[in-house]
């Protein structure tokens, strides 16, 4: 089938280094992959075209790419998964990265968030003469996140770390549960203490992208999850975050339905007149609209909300 | 003049073996750097999947089986002293390996857990599921980032430099980023640039391993040893030639012929899928070429297994299988065939790593120290077994790191003259300045991995290996006027895999001058005009010495015999 690679090329070197868009026709079949076309026409039509590639087998993690938009291992897209009659690919490089050449992109920022967290095991007092005991079930729960082959696809889609750059970032945050999930680590509360400042573990506003475009299955955004649940089960002191996501469980399930304006006095605190004044403009956008959410004793519990407090109760019974 | 780095001891690889060694030589002391041409966690070393092999003594097991297991399967030609040291170090390593953070499967009683491998009796092999080289390539990252070792990423070693009393004084290399050159003075080089299957077309082989380290050694003037034994791994996919892991038939997994039978219990009525990987390729080589494959290949069953062992053990292989041969694994046996995996030999080095013999019982070159794949001890001579490949770049990883910090606490940093840079300089320069258009590093590539295929594979005979080295002569000649389209200096990989081809051309001649020289059939190279094993005459390994103004020349060493005599080999 003729199929035609619509790729983002940028060569830093050139008279006027912007970025371009350049058209490649290329025969392909059932079993090729994006990778193998880019490497066909690397091969046969154009040497200069840049990427990095090297197990062809989704393991090494060098040919992250965004493809028809979304972050993929251009080894493990098939092109026949994304065409079904001559439409064309979209290659680029990821994104939230600055990009070096073509579809090269420069992670020293990727791998400096990976190292803010600390990610070496650090058991508390010395090694055991043989191997640490663990549950079977843990070490294989821990498979899970080992999977990460740090190809840098979550990041680049991850929609919080393209509007707050000092988000840490899913692959950071997974990496950190792998050592937070560990029973041979010793130092959760200072990891989960960590990660509750800004940038950290709260600042995910859990678009799901990041479990989307994983190639591994790794599921980054399932894991800051279960780190917040953490860290409120280990009484790291609470944050917005932490305090939003409180007050969110509490409203609802005092009334069944979200009091926007509680849950943000909740989260900031009233006493928070920066924060409090901020809101001013919005308020009287909204008010002669009629769009200001009712509150307080005006925002009256739905029908039925017993059943939704006995959903709570039975939430909050030990399994 | 270009900028000069100097630390005491410099890695090349940042695979296992190169991390490990890397962490020892740190250990020791000294300054240590990495260099690496790709990010440390791309390295190959994350395709090992099954496991890594020890005999622990406290669970009853013994460190002369592994070890007699070792020999046996490298059909007598592993030099034994080194396979001692490696068998009895192994426990000490797994446990090591476990504190940094390993995730070893557990069993019941939340200790290792093991599975079996073959060419071993016992189940002996340690793993995570069936992604154990990524497990432990991702825990060593992890500790060099705690060590906060440097770590040149991207960075391109084009050739070894030495003083002038003709020690190794470092390396010259290139920024793949910027262009940049860069002289790394140490007073001891590791190489662990790991193996070269992209000489071979198909490989298991990412498209990185190209025998760097081994030809930037071998040109620096250290010898190569055991070339002519290359692996063919019993369960690759066609075409592009993926492997799926020794761990499904470690776990149970059934080879099948076209007719349904399990065809290994003609040739291994014992072992049978289990027997060594030599022994196995060739028994799926020879129901192929009688007519009882389908399409070239022989099928591997894993449907008894069950969803829930697949799930947990095989993960990684039956994702594998549905990406790239559209197979459930749990519903389905997956056509798989003999494919190019592994270098039984490379760089010689002793049981330190080093590249040199103190006592002068060989040439090499001192100051050089090599580990994993690009090192030759002899440990797996004719055939490696399964899981001691990881097994071998932690245990002679850590001891040539720890030898190569010692070494170099005795030294003072080489002097190497503006001359040797500059050379270096003008060399890279001569063939980035080759025209835009002919002759591509593409066609030459795949014209040497299909030659080299087809003259060196599971079975190999005078005429096939002649033509096909006569082939890599001519390529030769033709890379020399080979075209370099992209003339920039930043992330040119036109360049990069220009040289890379140089250096391959280096190792596909010293293969085929290996296998052509040795007349015998032993381990993997199996040849159908010498059926036999010859001991009397060939029970000694092949050295070939680079001579820039001549062919190579030949050497040979017996080979080590510690405890076990040579025997008729059956599984």
Redo the contacts between chains.
């Keep these: 089938m003729q199929t035609t690679f619509h790729i983002r090329r940028f060569?830093?070197?050139s008279e006027s280094p912007q970025s371009y868009f350049q058209d490649y026709q290329l025969a392909t079949e059932r079993?090729d992959t994006v990778l193998d076309a880019l490497i066909r026409i690397?091969?046969?039509v154009?040497?200069?075209l840049?990427?990095?590639?090297?197990?062809?087998?989704?393991?090494?993690?060098?040919c992250g790419m965004r493809i028809n938009g979304h972050a993929a291992l251009a080894c493990?897209t098939?092109v026949a998964s994304l065409i079904s009659s001559g439409e064309t690919i979209h290659v680029e490089p990821m994104n939230n990265m600055p990009v070096?050449?073509?579809l090269?992109t420069d992670?020293a920022g990727f791998?400096e968030k990976?190292?803010q967290v600390q990610?070496?095991?650090q058991?508390t007092g010395s090694?055991p003469e043989?191997?640490?005991?663990?549950?079977?079930e843990a070490?294989?729960h821990?498979?899970g996140v080992?999977?990460c082959?740090?190809c840098g696809a979550c990041v680049s889609d991850c929609a919080a770390l393209e509007v707050n750059p000092n988000f840490v970032g899913p692959a950071a945050l997974a990496k950190a549960y792998r050592f937070v999930a560990?029973p041979?680590d010793g130092n959760s509360s200072s990891r989960l203490g960590e990660l509750n400042n800004p940038g950290g573990m709260w600042d995910c506003t859990r678009c799901m992208e990041c479990i989307e475009v994983c190639p591994k299955g790794v599921g980054a955004m399932d894991r800051i999850m279960t780190l917040r649940a953490k860290g409120i089960e280990h009484g790291v002191p609470s944050t917005s975050g932490s305090r939003h996501t409180e007050a969110f469980a509490d409203i609802i399930e005092q009334k069944g339905r979200l009091d926007e304006p509680m849950l943000a006095v909740r989260t900031f605190g009233l006493t928070n007149l920066r924060q409090m004044f901020s809101f001013l403009p919005m308020i009287f956008r909204a008010l002669p609209r009629g769009k200001l959410p009712r509150s307080g004793p005006l925002h009256r519990p739905i029908p039925g909300i017993d059943r939704i407090r006995r959903l709570f109760q039975r939430a909050k019974e030990p399994r | 003049m270009v900028t000069t780095y100097e630390f005491d001891v410099l890695v090349m690889g940042a695979g296992l073996a190169g991390l490990r060694a890397a962490l020892a030589a740190h250990q020791t002391g000294a300054t240590v750097a990495v260099i690496t041409k790709?990010?440390p966690?791309?390295?190959?070393s994350?395709?090992a999947q099954g496991g890594i092999n020890a005999a622990l003594t406290?669970r009853g097991d013994k460190w002369e089986e592994h070890a007699f297991e070792t020999v046996k399967g490298s059909d007598y030609l592993s030099d034994q002293d080194a396979v001692e040291i490696l068998a009895q170090e192994a426990g000490q390593d797994i446990?090591a390996l476990?504190?940094?953070?390993v995730?070893?499967?557990?069993?019941?009683?939340?200790?290792?857990?093991t599975r079996r491998f073959g060419g071993q009796k016992r189940a002996r092999t340690f793993f995570?599921?069936d992604?154990t080289g990524?497990?432990l390539l991702?825990?060593l990252y992890?500790?060099a980032?705690?060590a906060r070792l440097p770590v040149f990423e991207e960075w391109f070693v084009t050739s070894l430099v030495k003083d002038e009393q003709g020690r190794c004084g470092g390396v010259l290399a290139f920024e793949i980023?910027s262009g940049r050159m860069a002289l790394f003075k140490a007073k001891a080089v590791v190489i662990a640039a790991g193996g070269l299957g992209r000489v071979f077309e198909p490989s298991t082989n990412?498209?990185?391993c190209t025998g760097d380290g081994i030809a930037i050694a071998y040109r620096g003037g250290a010898p190569l040893m055991d070339m002519e034994m290359v692996q063919y791994h019993p369960t690759t996919l066609q075409?592009?030639g993926?492997?799926l892991s020794e761990a499904a038939r470690g776990e149970g997994a059934y080879l099948l012929n076209a007719e349904g039978e399990r065809f290994m219990e003609q040739y291994a009525p014992n072992m049978m899928e289990l027997a060594s990987r030599d022994v196995v390729s060739r028994a799926e080589q020879i129901e192929i070429n009688e007519g009882r494959g389908i399409n070239g290949c022989v099928l591997l069953d894993c449907r008894h297994l069950g969803k829930k062992l697949i799930r947990?053990r095989l993960?990684?292989i039956s994702?594998?299988a549905k990406?790239?041969a559209n197979i459930d694994l749990t519903e389905e046996p997956v056509p798989i065939c003999p494919g190019m995996h592994y270098m039984m030999g490379g760089v010689k080095t002793d049981v330190e790593g080093r590249c040199w013999d103190p006592a002068g019982g060989w040439q090499g070159v001192p100051g050089l120290f090599a580990a994993g794949e690009a090192a030759c001890l002899s440990l797996h001579g004719g055939n490696r077994l399964g899981a001691n490949s990881l097994l071998e770049t932690v245990v002679f990883g850590r001891r040539a790191g720890r030898c190569a910090g010692e070494y170099a606490e005795t030294l003072a940093f080489p002097r190497i003259s503006d001359g040797v840079v500059k050379d270096g300089e003008n060399a890279l320069k001569k063939v980035l300045a080759r025209p835009e258009t002919g002759d591509?590093?593409?066609r030459i590539r795949h014209e040497m991995g299909c030659a080299m295929t087809e003259g060196f594979g599971v079975f190999r005979d005078e005429e096939g290996m002649a033509h096909a080295q006569q082939t890599v002569g001519s390529l030769r000649e033709r890379w020399n006027r080979v075209a370099i389209?992209?003339k920039?200096?930043?992330?040119n990989?036109?360049l990069v895999r220009a040289l890379e081809l140089d250096f391959m051309l280096d190792c596909a001649e010293t293969i085929a001058l290996g296998a052509v020289t040795r007349t015998e059939s032993r381990g993997a190279h199996f040849r159908t005009d010498c059926l036999e094993r010859d001991d009397d005459h060939w029970l000694k390994h092949i050295l070939i010495h680079y001579r820039p103004d001549g062919p190579p020349q030949l050497d040979y060493l017996p080979v080590r015999i510690t405890q076990w005599e040579p025997q008729v080999r059956v599984y």
């Design positions: 060569n830093p070197e079993s690397r091969e046969t154009d040497e200069s840049t990427l990095r590639c090297s197990c062809r087998g989704a393991i090494c993690g060098s493990k098939k070096i050449k073509d090269v992670m791998w990976i190292r990610p070496w095991l058991p090694a043989g191997e640490y005991l663990a549950a079977p070490m294989n821990l498979t080992m999977h082959i740090m560990d041979r | 790709v990010h966690v791309r390295s190959h994350n395709a406290d446990l476990e504190h940094m953070g995730i070893f499967n557990r069993n019941e009683e939340g200790r290792l857990g995570v599921s992604f990524q497990a991702h825990v992890e500790q980032m705690k980023r990412a498209l990185i075409g592009k993926l492997l947990e993960s990684q994702e594998e990406s790239f591509t590093v593409a389209h992209d920039g200096q930043v992330f990989t036109s």
